[in-house]
T-cell receptor, first 114, second 114 residues
Framework: AQKITQTQPGMFVQEKEAVTLDCTYD???????LFWYKQPSSGEMIFLIY??????QNATEGRYSLNFQKARKSANLVISASQLGDSAMYFC???????????FGAGTILRVKS | EAQVTQNPRYLITVTGKKLTVTCSQN?????MSWYRQDPGLGLRQIYY???????DKGDVPEGYKVSRKEKRNFPLILESPSPNQTSLYFC?????????????FGPGTRLTVT
């Protein structure tokens, strides 16, 4: 069975600073993908970034980067230069090559302070 | 515009009154799925469909039904809603059911059962 663990229920960060949101995963599959989604207070799920299990380089998308450590089974999201609009719930999720669903963590609420 | 739509966005109903939440995608995706989101639990899969007329249970299917008569539509049916089905519901779709491809989420339906 696959499992995603997000150990930080809530985080605060000062505007313009960087923040790391933790995600560890458990799977026996060799081929899988890791995803991060942002959920603002309006409720929609916004895709942020993706990392494949065989990707050698860490994924980056603008201010988002994924710190992928395969041996430790961690896929932490790093947000650089935080903005007030980054305040939201963040979900880590994974999907196996032969799986039929995304498995989600419980989420981390991020609050950016001005 | 490529999108997943859900209706209604908000619904308050009473125990036992049958309801349907519609989901439609315009991307010709084979795979569609329903999730529910509850605090502290992240998103959990209710049902999924690999293609037309092919549906299967997810992790929390009790109390729900689905159908996939057309590729674009995947309605979620609650035959006799109960208060424990009060939740935020998301429909999602992806190009294929197998493989690590991104899932696109609808805007969510907030359901309250009294």
């Amino acid at each position: 069975a696959q499992k995603i663990t997000q150990t930080q229920p809530g985080m605060f960060v000062q505007e313009k600073e960087a923040v790391t949101l933790d995600c560890t995963y458990d799977t026996s599959d060799q081929s899988y993908g890791l995803f991060w989604y942002k959920q603002p207070s309006s409720g929609e799920m916004i895709f942020l970034i993706y990392q494949g299990s065989y990707d050698e380089q860490n994924a980056t998308e603008g201010r988002y980067s994924l710190n992928f450590q395969k041996a430790r089974k961690s896929a932490n999201l790093v947000i650089s230069a935080s903005q007030l609009g980054d305040s939201a719930m963040y979900f880590c999720a994974m999907r196996s090559l032969y799986g039929n669903k995304l498995v989600f963590g419980a989420g981390t609420i991020l609050r950016v302070k001005s | 515009e490529a999108q997943v739509t859900q209706n209604p966005r908000y619904l308050i109903t009473v125990t036992g009154k049958k309801l349907t939440v519609t989901c439609s995608q315009n991307m010709n995706h084979e795979y569609m799925s329903w999730y529910r989101q509850d605090p502290g639990l992240g998103l959990r899969q209710i049902y999924y469909s690999m293609n037309v007329e092919v549906t299967d249970k997810g992790d929390v299917p009790e109390g729900y039904k689905v159908s996939r008569k057309e590729k674009r539509n995947f309605p979620l049916i609650l035959e006799s809603p109960s208060p424990n089905q009060t939740s935020l519901y998301f429909c999602a779709s992806s190009l294929r059911g197998r493989g690590i491809n991104e899932q696109y989420f609808g805007p969510g339906t907030r359901l309250t059962v009294t």
